[in-house]
């Protein structure tokens, strides 16, 4: 059963995509709509638009249909985390001073990682909800 798609791995400018990956994010998700879900649904392999739309609303008001989530790039938080030897959202204080990030940088990090646990929470949350 088809759910959704995640975008991810994008740069962020503005809290939003830059425009080359929502160029890409948009085409990507034009397809997925007007020929993969098209295609799944005459054999009942995705789920209920309806029912998507009911459960990722409210998790993430911004989406289109089958987005589950946008997940942008981790930047340097993705060489500290595999230092650390742990998930970027799991990533501490500690984790930090050892990668020596300090003033501005380390409250810049402090932000990312805790965006990044709200952000899967509610993954999880939607991927719970749906299934």
Same mark, same amino acid.
């Given at each position: #059963?088809?759910?959704?798609?995640?975008?991810?791995?994008?740069?962020l400018r503005n809290k939003a995509p830059t425009k080359s990956?929502? @160029?890409?994010?948009?085409?990507?998700r034009q397809t997925i709509n007007s020929v993969f879900v098209?295609? &799944?649904?005459?054999?009942?392999?995705?789920?209920? %638009? $309806? @029912?998507?739309?009911?459960?990722?609303?409210?998790?993430?008001?911004?989406?289109?249909?089958?987005? =589950?989530?946008?997940?942008?790039?981790?930047?340097?938080?993705?060489?500290? $985390?595999?230092?650390? @030897?742990?998930?970027?959202? =799991? &990533?501490?204080?500690?984790?930090? $001073?050892?990668?020596?990030?300090?003033?501005?940088?380390?409250?810049?990090?402090?932000?990312?990682? @805790?965006?990044?646990?709200? &952000?899967? #929470?509610? &993954?999880? %949350?939607? =991927?719970?909800? =749906?299934?």
């Amino acid at each position: #059963m088809f759910l959704g798609a995640i975008q991810q791995r994008y740069r962020l400018r503005n809290k939003a995509p830059t425009k080359s990956f929502e @160029k890409c994010i948009d085409e990507i998700r034009q397809t997925i709509n007007s020929v993969f879900v098209k295609q &799944l649904n005459t054999i009942g392999c995705v789920i209920n %638009e $309806s @029912k998507f739309q009911n459960v990722v609303s409210s998790y993430f008001p911004n989406l289109s249909p089958y987005d =589950l989530a946008q997940i942008p790039d981790f930047n340097t938080l993705i060489a500290i $985390s595999q230092r650390s @030897k742990k998930p970027v959202f =799991l &990533l501490d204080d500690k984790d930090l $001073s050892n990668a020596n990030q300090f003033g501005n940088a380390k409250e810049t990090s402090e932000n990312k990682i @805790k965006d990044f646990n709200k &952000l899967f #929470m509610n &993954l999880a %949350e939607v =991927l719970i909800k =749906l299934t």
